[in-house]
Structure formats: structure tokens, C-alpha cells
T-cell receptor
Framework: GIQVEQSPPDLILQEGANSTLRCNFS?????LQWFHQNPWGQLINLFY???GTKQNGRLSATTVATERYSLLYISSSQTTDSGVYFC??????????FGTGTRLLVSP | KAGVTQTPRYLIKTRGQQVTLSCSPI?????VSWYQQTPGQGLQFLFEYFSETQRNKGNFPGRFSGRQFSNSRSEMNVSTLELGDSALYLC????????????FGEGSRLTVL
């Protein structure tokens, strides 16, 4: 099945810093989503981005489908950005496969 | 509009018991999928339902089962609970199977003692 790798596994930032999270996948996909898991466990949708670039406030994402990777950019990070960020992909009508996540800690 | 609703949010069971979890999808969404999250295994796919039919199944034992009703609401059942079944169970809904954006509920946190 499709493999999804995320890097880095852990990231510690000072408030105000910028960061880039990466997601590599092993096959072509028709669905790629980025999620932020809050402390209570809920997966919050950040982007649905099987290809191209999108922006939402301080967050933006780019997926280069032909090269099988996606990037999530967080600018001017805030303590509320802390948590785990997941990339998830789907190919065809198959299941959504999650990466192992990037754990982000933003300190004041 | 209302999001994906999962009940119960928290529950504690003992080994050998069974548990039923419920998921109500976003209005108009007809596909429901279930995921198990544990610290050791991460987020693992359990199954997906569309039009009351199971469309996909993950690699879980037969103790894990599910169903979907005509109103798209879904339930999953775990029988003969084991300690390793302690996990966060997440439900997601989407417009159709294998397509479009998935939206997740807040999860049901199961502890097996």
C-alpha cells in the first residue's frame, strides 16, 4: 500500500518563528489533507490539497503531485499552533492513509 | 451546519465486555469511515461505509465490526474487549466513497481495564 512519511517528527519553535513541515508519499494520490490534532484528540481540517497551493491566514500548503510531496508552512507561529500535524492521502477509492505526524511545540 | 457527532465521548470497559460507538455524519454526507488511534500504531483505518454497504476494511480482527443505517449514521462494535483496544476511535464523513474531503468527529476515547 501507499507509504506516507512526515518530517521532522518533532519541532520546537519560539513564538513568532516560521516553519515548514513536509509530507512524502509513495504513489499518486487523488486526496491529500493536512490536519491539526488538538489536545482533546480532534482532527481539525487545515487543507484539502491534492495538488497546487492554498493559503489560509498564517498557514499555507503546497502539493507537488508529480514529485509526490506536500509542504505545510506556518508563519509567525503562536503557542496555539502547538500540537500534532498529520498529512493523510488516498489513492483511488482506497482508505485514507495517515503519516506518523509532526509534533510541534511553540514556546512563548 | 453541524459537524460529525460521535457518542459517547469517553467510556471505560473491562476485558471481555463489548462496546458500541455511534457516529452521525455531516448532513448530506453519505460515506462514513472509522479510525483507531493508539500511541504505538498511530492512526489506523478500520472500515468505510457508503449506502449501508461496507466499501473498505482495514486489517483488524473480526471482533471489530460496523454498520451503517439508511440515514447514513454509523455504529461500530468491538466484542470481547482486550486491553490493547484502549484507543481513541475517530469517525469521519465525506460526500462519497473514496472522494472528497473528510471531516472528523471529536472521537470516542475507550479505556479497557
Amino acid at each position: 500500500g501507499i507509504q506516507v512519511e512526515q518530517s521532522p517528527p518533532d519541532l520546537i519553535l519560539q513564538e513568532g518563528a516560521n516553519s515548514t513541515l513536509r509530507c512524502n508519499f509513495s504513489d499518486s494520490v487523488n486526496n491529500l489533507q493536512w490536519f491539526h490534532q488538538n489536545p482533546w484528540g480532534q482532527l481539525i481540517n487545515l487543507f484539502y490539497i491534492p495538488s497546487g497551493t492554498k493559503q489560509n491566514g498564517r498557514l499555507s500548503a503546497t502539493t507537488v503531485a508529480t514529485e509526490r510531496y506536500s509542504l505545510l508552512y506556518i508563519s509567525s507561529s503562536q503557542t496555539t499552533d502547538s500540537g500534532v500535524y498529520f498529512c493523510a492521502v488516498r489513492t483511488g477509492f482506497q482508505k485514507l492513509v495517515f503519516g506518523t505526524g509532526t509534533r510541534l511545540l511553540v514556546s512563548p | 451546519k453541524a459537524g460529525v457527532t460521535q457518542t459517547p465521548r469517553y467510556l471505560i470497559k473491562t476485558r471481555g465486555q463489548q462496546v458500541t460507538l455511534s457516529c452521525s455524519p455531516i448532513s448530506g454526507h453519505r460515506s462514513v469511515s472509522w479510525y483507531q488511534q493508539t500511541p504505538g500504531q498511530g492512526l489506523q483505518f478500520l472500515f468505510e461505509y457508503f449506502s449501508e454497504t461496507q466499501r473498505n476494511k482495514g486489517n483488524f480482527p473480526g471482533r471489530f465490526s460496523g454498520r451503517q443505517f439508511s440515514n447514513s449514521r454509523s455504529e461500530m462494535n468491538v466484542s470481547t474487549l482486550e486491553l490493547g483496544d484502549s484507543a481513541l476511535y475517530l469517525c469521519a464523513s465525506s460526500l462519497g466513497p473514496g472522494t472528497g474531503e473528510l471531516f472528523f468527529g471529536e472521537g470516542s476515547r475507550l479505556t479497557v481495564l
